[in-house]
């Protein structure tokens, strides 16, 4: 990979460029994300921010074709009826007429709790009719695990292509990540910093004098490597082109390692089963 522009393949085909730019908890009004060279950008319903995202997207004059879209269905509309409206509705505020990829936000909100199964192969189901339609050109899911993944695939017809999930130095899930791959899904990683708590771990602190990179680098290079797709946020300019610029230089097989040895460091993801929302 020497390059943002490089790519992985989902299954089916579709590529999706290697390093994204997150967006949760990014305010309304424009970034300098696609200046900088992102071509991947990830929103979702519950980010509030779509309508945002949809005029950066106009504002740069960057082509379509050239740019990856991703959004993700809120809690409230699980069922194939909502998922169908909200994805409308989430086209509307982008401003686009298809969609890159479309994620199941959660596997498990509180307003579907008795009934979960049922409520999510609903929803994948209205994104698989929305694939076959033309609308949207790949489908997945952020936050199952295993279990979650399990019951979907009782039903589905398209196996989900993509699993975001946090994922990061200090939680690298692996046993959501080994099941991933048994069913060729991609994992994408959010927080890959760690929420910010990975600055401060002294491994890190060693590694990026190392290198002579920031903790930041080192983190998104790490995912790299293992085969993650990164998708790192921030507000700062500085730090949005600095995020880039980790396709010069490699991490060696035991640094590698040493990173994914770090258990705990930035605490663990949480059970998507008992999240109150």
Known sequence: MNSPRDSFTLAGGVKIPCLGFGTWQTPEGETCALEAGYTHIDTAQAYGNEESVGKAIRLSGIPRKDLFITTKLWNEN????????????????????????????????????????????????????????????????SNFFPRHLEALLKTARIVPQVNQIRLCPGDPQDDVVAFCRKYGMLTEAYSPLGTGRIFEVPEMKALSGKYGRSIAQICIRWSLQMGFLPLPKSVTPQRIRENLQVFDFTLTDEDVKRIAGLKGCVGYASDPDTRPF
Do not use: C
């Not at 994620?103 to 199964?117: M, S, T, V």
């Not at 409520?119 to 209205?126: L, P, V």
């Open 78 to 141: 699980h069922s194939y009826d909502l998922t169908m409206r909200s994805f409308e509705e989430s086209m509307n505020r982008l401003g686009l007429d298809y969609l890159d990829l479309f994620l199941i936000h959660w596997p498990n909100p509180i307003a579907f709790r008795d009934h979960w199964q049922e409520a999510n192969a609903e929803s994948w189901r209205a994104m698989e009719e929305l694939v076959e339609a033309g609308k949207i050109r790949a489908i997945g899911v």
